[in-house]
């Protein structure tokens, strides 16, 4: 496969993406508020701002795609109702303590996902109709712990560009690393059911070319790796840094749009905490 080369887009649905890209990195920033020393959770009393600019650089598995390199403004607002960051919302629900070590976490989630393609963006998806992002919508549970937090979330479509849903599971924990630094590896795995798939990696009829045999995207699971970091100058400052490897659900691999096993993304950025 050749190597791909950086890019910046400069296409219509550029702004979209960009805003879709972060939510990536709003897992981030997911750790700063502890960092920093406020409370955080459904039953934290305060209100905190964040403002910080960052980049991501990402590699999507459609065939000769370029890497995109987005700077993203970042944007938190966080109370014991709410959590915004860019364009992801949570709505938070009464938490439950089961003891001092452990609490269930509950909330509503929306989210803006910028997945999707037009047909200037490889050539192997010359004469494909566009693929939109769309405005998800679901429910979260969290289980936190000393020892590890665990998280299942579901979501659909609320958009109905691809009519899908997706359950995302994941577990982490979270490490200081002397005064001022926390790592918090993680692992995780998603399905997306067949509308999904098929929306995003399917060939229809109408899109068949010799080179491109049509395909029917089915349901699959999707594996994910990565570690998220933060170094604490001092309780206003942090560099955040994000590094995440999706190992593809093999009814995305055997897409004819699709050369590649994973994708990835990194993650840089600054913020500053009022």
Not at 112 to 126: F, H, K, N, Q, V
Not at 168 to 196: C, F, I, S, Y
Not at 200 to 216: I, M
Request: proline share 5%; with cysteine.
């Amino acid at each position: 496969m050749p190597l791909s080369h950086p890019s910046t887009s400069t296409s219509p649905g550029y702004a979209l993406r960009m805003a879709a890209l972060s939510v990536m990195a709003a897992g981030s920033c997911m750790s700063f508020t502890a960092v920093a020393g406020e409370p955080s959770g459904a039953g934290a009393s305060t209100t905190s701002w964040a403002l910080g600019l960052g980049i991501m650089s990402e590699q999507e598995p459609y065939t000769d795609i370029d890497r995109e390199n987005t700077p993203i403004p970042l944007l938190e607002f966080e109370n014991r109702y709410i959590h915004l960051f860019g364009p992801q919302i949570e709505f938070k629900l009464p938490s439950v303590d089961i003891n001092d070590a452990q609490q269930l976490n509950f909330g509503i989630v929306g989210k803006y996902d910028g997945s999707g393609y037009e047909e200037d963006d490889a050539p192997i998806l010359d004469g494909m109709s566009e693929r939109k992002g769309g405005f998800w919508a679901g429910a979260r549970l969290e289980w936190s712990s000393d020892f590890v937090d665990a998280s299942v979330e579901w979501l659909a479509d609320a958009s109905g560009n691809s009519d899908g849903q997706s359950v995302n599971l994941g577990l982490e924990r979270t490490w200081h690393v002397g005064e001022h630094m926390l790592l918090t590896p993680r692992v995780g795995a998603k399905w997306q059911d067949e509308k999904a798939v098929d929306y995003y990696f399917g060939v229809r009829d109408d899109e068949v070319r010799l080179n491109r045999p049509g395909y029917t995207g089915e349901s699959g699971v999707s594996a994910e790796l990565g570690v998220r970091g933060v170094y604490r100058f001092n309780s206003r400052h942090s560099i955040l840094m994000d590094v995440e490897v999706t190992s593809l659900a093999d009814e995305i691999q055997d897409s004819p749009l699709v050369d590649r096993s994973t994708s990835n993304s990194v993650f840089l950025g600054y913020i500053y905490h009022f």
